[in-house]
């Protein structure tokens, strides 16, 4: 894989279909923000070929497989039917003898690699949850602001439901060829007594939700006496059913789940991620609806990040309402972009794009907006 990092010089590129010449646009896509929102049915073509382009040398479908009379997965939103020995989007289900196989992510087969990062870290939630925050405390918390000496326990599932052309940890696609599985039972053996919080991300955890789920029951159950926080970061694309196990773990435990929505015009999501943002969107209003049941800590967080060209303050506002219209109170987190993967040829976000976001963000009507990544913020433009 390439990478130029921030274009600096570099040409412009014209738009594929307005013809406006411009640095925000990404040479995988072809197309601009704004076509993308407003000529739907013209942009298809483009995103289709820049995902067969980004995950062809993977050896992973372009699109969730919908073969006829195949066998059907239903643990997340892509919903794939596979044909016979055919792979499911994620990479980790397939169709033997007409069968649903699993090739990672039960209970005994984790694509998973996990470390201890001190806290308080660089978490989506940091400025907002129990272990770099006071909330929470004491209930939740050990300590009446940042976790000093106490760690999160880091769990990284090598797998995904969204194909993020920008995505910063793409590298674990490389490993599908000499995967290393590990057990739910050695994942909850890596808890000690400084453990304050579990949060698991990735690729996403929606693929390997068996496997979190029951080491996160056993770590639970083997720290019953003291506080241990299950939190997620997620692109919301889960079933409903293993969301409903994700929350409860969650809400008793005072941790939270993390969504980062990418979107919410649902075609921009298509062309950035490869597949539709309805079931996240679904999802994120359900969850919103639960955190009456613990208003402190939050048990929901929203982050979105700032694509230059893509995801400007008319896409934040746009993500904001929708968010306003579950509940003002939810804390959102506009993180910075880095080039990476297949768009290493858009800048870094701007200090001004990210401000003009937040701006957008408050005038929707949310209370608690937070700017992220601070350090990668450019002066540019």
């Known amino acids: 894989m390439t990478f130029f990092g921030n274009r600096g010089n570099l040409p412009e590129v014209q738009c594929a279909l307005c013809g ?7 040479e995988v896509l072809k197309v601009c923000g704004d076509c ?36 059907e997965c239903t643990l997340c939103a892509n919903r794939c039917r596979m044909k016979e020995s055919s792979l499911g989007y994620c990479g980790l289900r397939t169709n033997q003898a007409e069968k649903l196989i699993h090739l990672g992510g039960t209970h ?21 949850c129990p272990a770099g925050s006071n909330a929470g405390y004491p209930d939740f918390s050990y300590e009446k602001g940042p976790e000093l000496g106490y760690f999160n326990l880091a769990v990284f599932y090598e797998a995904c439901t969204f194909d993020c052309l920008y995505c910063q940890n793409w590298q674990f696609r490389e490993r599908r060829s000499s995967p290393r599985y590990r057990t739910a039972q050695e994942l909850a053996n890596s808890v000690d007594r400084r453990t304050a919080c579990v949060c698991y991300f990735g690729g996403d955890p929606t693929p390997q939700l068996f496997h979190a789920l029951q080491a996160s ?29 994700m929350l409860d773990l969650s809400l008793h435990s005072g941790g939270c ?22 079931q996240t969107l679904k999802n994120f209003r359900w969850v919103a609806e639960q955190m009456a049941q613990r208003p402190d800590p939050p048990l929901l967080i929203a982050s979105t990040l700032l694509v230059p060209g893509y995801i400007d303050a008319r896409e934040v506002r746009s993500i904001a309402q929708f968010i306003a219209s579950c509940d ?3 804390p959102y987190s506009l993180l910075a972009f880095y080039p990476h993967f297949y768009m290493p040829d858009l800048p870094t976000t701007s200090l001004k794009h990210a401000e003009e976001c937040q701006q957008a963000a408050i005038d929707a009507g949310l209370k608690r907006v937070h700017i992220g990544n601070l350090h990668l913020l450019s002066n540019d433009y």
């Not at 993308?36 to 372009?62: C, E, K, M, W, Y």
Request: aromatic share 6%.
């Open 217 to 245: 029951k056993t770590a639970l159950n083997r720290n019953s006496d003291r506080i241990l926080r299950i939190c997620w970061e997620t692109n919301g694309s889960m079933n409903p059913g293993l969301l409903q196990k």
């Open 36 to 71: 993308f929102r407003n000529n739907i049915g013209s942009t298809q073509a483009f995103i289709r070929q820049a995902h067969v382009q980004s995950r062809h040398g993977f050896d992973l479908p372009a699109e969730p497989p919908c073969d006829e009379g195949g066998v």
């Open 328 to 330: 003002p109170e939810i």
């Open 257 to 278: 789940i993390k969504f980062d929505l990418k979107a919410h015009n649902e075609n921009l999501n298509k062309a950035l991620c490869g597949v539709s943002n309805k």
């Open 108 to 128: 005994d087969k984790g694509k998973v690699s996990w470390y201890h990062d001190p806290l308080p870290t660089n978490c989506v939630a940091s400025w907002v």
């Open 20 to 26: 406006q010449n411009s640095r925000l646009i990404s």
